[in-house]
Structures are given as structure tokens and as C-alpha cells.
């Protein structure tokens, strides 16, 4: 199995950045394509960033595309999504997740482990 847990997240006013981690553990970490997704009070869940399992390949929503970065360090076992510019819509709890295949999807069906979520508010 793997184990996912994010963390960064917080309060930041609109236009400043914050660093979300996600930690991973588990022997099989290491050949997953990853994703960080979010989710408003009353929304669906909606991809926002992934990368492949060697970090040569990664996708954005067009939401996010200019602002956000998603990288991956091997080593260390994280997964990192870069938040620059950040508008009051971007407010949501950010959850990381692990896919089954080595290249991202947009789609939250081939994510199999999901972390606990980490709280990113942005005020105005």
C-alpha cells in the first residue's frame, strides 16, 4: 500500500503563493504517476495538477496553468504543488493522490490512495 500525507496548507491573502508537500511511503510509491486534486464546500472534486512516475511529464488544469507547479522529488518521497498568484476561488481542501498508472489522468478513478487533505484558504 501507500501512505499519503499533505501538509502546507493555511491563510494567505490573494496574490501570495503557498507550498503544499505530500509525503509518501509504501515500496511501490516510486513507479505512481501522482495528482493533487481539490474540492469546495459544495463542489465536486477537480483535478488540478499530476506527474509521471519519473517527473518528465506533467498536466494542469487550465484553471491553474501560469500559477501552479507541480513537481516530484524521488529521493525524499514528495510530491510538491507550487501555488503562486492565488485567488479567493482557489480555496479548497487539497488532497494528494496516487495513481496506478505512471502517466497522470484528470480523472479521480485511476487515483487508488488519497491523503487526509490540507486546507488552502485564500481571502480577498
Known amino acids: 500500500q501507500v501512505q499519503l500525507v499533505e501538509s502546507g496548507g493555511g491563510l494567505v491573502q490573494a496574490g501570495g503563493s503557498l507550498r503544499l508537500s505530500c509525503a509518501a511511503s509504501?515500496?511501490?510509491?516510486?513507479?505512481?504517476?501522482m495528482g493533487w486534486f481539490h474540492q469546495a464546500p459544495g463542489k465536486e472534486r477537480e483535478f488540478v495538477a499530476g506527474i509521471s512516475w519519473n517527473g518528465g511529464y506533467t498536466n494542469r488544469a487550465d484553471s491553474v496553468k501560469g500559477r501552479f507547479t507541480i513537481s516530484r522529488d524521488r529521493a525524499k518521497n514528495t510530491v510538491y504543488l507550487q501555488m503562486n498568484s492565488l485567488k479567493p476561488e482557489d480555496t479548497a481542501v487539497y488532497y494528494c493522490?496516487?495513481?496506478?498508472?505512471?502517466?497522470?489522468?484528470?480523472?479521480?478513478?485511476?487515483?487508488?490512495?488519497w491523503g487526509q487533505g490540507t486546507q488552502v484558504t485564500v481571502s480577498s
Open positions: 493522490a496516487a495513481s496506478d498508472r505512471s502517466i497522470p489522468t484528470t480523472s479521480p478513478i485511476q487515483y487508488v490512495y
Open positions: 509504501g515500496r511501490t510509491f516510486s513507479s505512481y504517476a
